[in-house]
């Protein structure tokens, strides 16, 4: 089946989980790429992988060497991810909040990118300040997390651990999602 369609049928089925009735456009995959410099990272953790699409345009930025840990806890887009044929990718179905304990399992070194697609608005200010947490607590010296959202209640929850963020809008995406950059400092 279309992966479209069935992002529409876990849309339908999920609409807290998945929030958007289609997957991200092209534009935003771009941006999100651009923003989180995949370019230069050797380790990339995804979070909200959903169908595949961010998950594409990361692969078709990283270098050859890097690896991406994509984290999705929707089963059917799981499924759909594990059809990516790319050595480079290690699809987990399970949630963002045991990103630490993910970590280990695969034996992948503290990330220099986190992109996140999870809906933050839709899972509640606990669950989303212990991503954050969490987040913040495994990301590298100089590491980015960039998250990409309808609304700005990441931003707040960022805001304490990782200060202030660049904010950029792209309006080629249904609905037009703000992205939101963050480098952690070195102590």
């Not at 249904?174 to 102590?187: C, F, G, N």
């Amino acid at each position: 089946m279309n992966s479209q369609v069935i992002f529409l049928q876990e849309f339908l089925k999920h609409p807290r989980q998945v929030v958007s009735v289609i997957p991200s456009s092209r534009f935003l995959e771009r941006r999100i790429v651009e923003l989180a410099e995949t370019r230069s990272a050797q380790t990339v953790v995804e979070l909200g992988a959903g169908v595949g699409g961010t998950t594409r345009a990361i692969l078709r930025a990283m270098s050859p060497e890097a690896r991406l840990l994509s984290i999705e806890i929707n089963r059917q887009f799981c499924a759909l991810l594990r059809r990516i044929e790319d050595s480079r990718l290690t699809v987990h179905c399970g949630s963002a909040q045991e990103l630490r304990e993910i970590l280990s399992l695969y034996g992948l070194p503290a990330p220099d990118v986190v992109v996140s697609g999870i809906p933050f608005s839709m899972i509640g200010r606990g669950m989303g300040s212990r991503i954050i947490e969490t987040i913040s607590s495994v990301l590298a010296a100089e590491g980015r997390f960039v998250a990409y959202q309808v609304s700005n209640l990441v931003e707040n929850l960022a805001r304490p651990l990782l200060g202030p963020a660049r904010v950029e809008v792209e309006l080629l995406n249904i609905p037009p999602l703000r992205l939101y950059r963050w480098e952690k400092q070195t102590a």
